[in-house]
């Protein structure tokens, strides 16, 4: 029996392509950037800014000194436009996810969320109006674990108070997080609602495990 559904964020709860995206390419524009220039330091942070120990402020400083192009005002450009973009992708997501997510508090079941993600998609996590609905976050940057280390799920299913094998996960599938769903020994389900061709999302539906088209289809895995 299920006794607890955990979610991934992105790609499952909410969708980044429903708005603009402010991620490296469009970062490296503002700055004036060629994109692999820009990606020396903006990619080799991705790590450190996932796991919680460097900010996105401190790494576009470090960029832009390294260039020799810091302006305060350009700063401040970026900042407030990666935080106002990363908020933004909250107000585009499936009108069903959050009558979803009231029904499964209605039936008694415990949701989590487990997501890797940065301080400043931590911030808007917090300030959205699912954040009310979970009864558990593991976010990466807090807790300095990220998908796929089955670590995160035993933590997730501990704070629940529930064993792995009573948890529903439920995520699109990057970070290989349904492969270490299912070996941590939860029921995995792909979320699909939002993959389309011709983007950059992390992957594609994947026939080996079982797919929700919608987000109340997630309510008939609960039985």
Known sequence: MVKAVIFDMYETLITLYNSELYK?????????L??????????????????GTRFFEDV???????????????????IKKRYSC???????????????????????IKIGLITNCYFEERDAIKNCDMYEYFDCLCMSCEIGIKKPD??????????????AEECLYVGDGGSNEL????????????????????VDQPCGKMDEFD?????????????
């Open 24 to 32: 490296g390419k469009q970062i490296a524009a503002d700055m004036k």
């Open 34 to 51: 060629p994109e692999p220039k820009f990606r020396e330091i903006w990619d080799a942070s991705d790590d450190d800014r996932t796991l």
């Open 60 to 78: 576009i400083t470090e960029i832009l000194n390294a260039n020799g192009i810091f302006e305060k005002e350009l700063f401040e450009k970026i």
């Open 86 to 108: 990363t908020a933004e992708a909250f107000c585009h997501k499936d009108p069903d996810i959050i009558p979803m997510l009231r029904v499964l508090k209605e039936k008694g």
């Open 150 to 163: 089955l670590k995160v799920y035993a933590l997730c299913a501990e704070k629940l108070g529930v064993n």
């Open 179 to 198: 492969q270490a769903a299912k070996e941590a020994g939860m029921k995995p389900l792909q979320a699909v609602w939002y993959l389309r061709e011709g």
């Open 211 to 223: 797919q929700a088209g919608t987000p109340l289809d997630v309510l008939s895995y609960i039985c």
